[in-house]
């Protein structure tokens, strides 16, 4: 059962341009969420969250979305630079249950020069 | 480092083998995670450790698969009777144990391919 969607294993952005990567849960009782990003090798590692009182987190040129109408969150990178390109894995939590965290399958991003 | 240590990085065995995967968690850190990523999923948690309570082992997928944390520290997941559907890199994640506050610190993760 995959609570937590990222519908898009890959996308191609252009040096300067927006990257905006989507995720979709279906849990409603989720309320913290997450975004990783993960470098070939290496572990994921953190980015950014957001918890669901709030619909829009913002740090430097990342800033996490929120849409809990829709069960949608989306993270924006803006100028995306080429050390952007990795995978990005969206997760999502309820607050006093950390081993309940559901991740979805990950986007590729590449930034191409 | 600093960061999570797991062990070995890459490990290839034959179908019925056991194996042991190793963990080393950040200096501090209580709370102790294990997910594995199968090709194209997303990470998929297996058990979880908090301090001195009893292990979440309700993520394991099957009495195969076991995992032990000793003294707090150092963790090992042991998969017995390995199959091919086992195959995946296995994630060790560390927190400060701050439920739901708590950033997960993940290793590099080892690649386990049962042939």
């Known amino acids: 059962d995959q609570q937590v969607k990222q519908n898009s294993p890959s996308l191609s952005v252009q040096e300067g341009r927006i990257s905006i990567l989507n995720c979709d849960y279906t849990n409603s009782m989720f309320d913290y969420f997450l975004w990783y990003k993960k470098y070939p090798a290496e572990g994921p590692t953190f980015l950014i969250s957001?918890?669901?009182?709030?619909d829009k987190n913002e740090d430097g040129r990342f800033t996490v979305f929120l849409n809990k109408s829709a069960k949608h969150l989306s993270l924006h990178i803006v100028p995306s630079q080429p050390g952007d390109s990795a995978v990005y894995f969206c997760?999502?939590?309820?607050?006093?249950?950390?081993?309940?965290?559901?991740f979805g399958a990950g986007t590729r991003l590449t930034v191409k020069p | 480092g600093a960061g999570v240590s797991q062990s070995p990085s890459n490990k290839v065995t034959e179908k019925g083998k056991d194996v042991e995967l190793r963990c080393d968690p950040i200096s501090g850190h209580t709370a102790l995670y294990w997910y594995r990523q199968s090709l194209g999923q997303g990470l998929e948690f297996l058990i979880y450790f908090q301090g001195n309570s009893a292990p979440d082992k309700s993520g394991l997928p099957s009495d195969r698969f076991s995992a032990e944390r000793t003294g707090g520290s150092v963790s090992t997941l042991t998969i017995q009777r390995t199959q091919q559907e086992d195959s995946a890199v296995y994630l060790c994640a560390s927190s400060l144990g701050l439920a739901g506050a708590g950033t997960q610190y993940f290793g590099p993760g080892t690649r386990l391919l049962v042939l």
């Open positions: 997760a999502a939590s309820r607050k006093g249950n950390n081993n309940d965290m559901r």
């Open positions: 957001i918890s669901s009182i709030k």
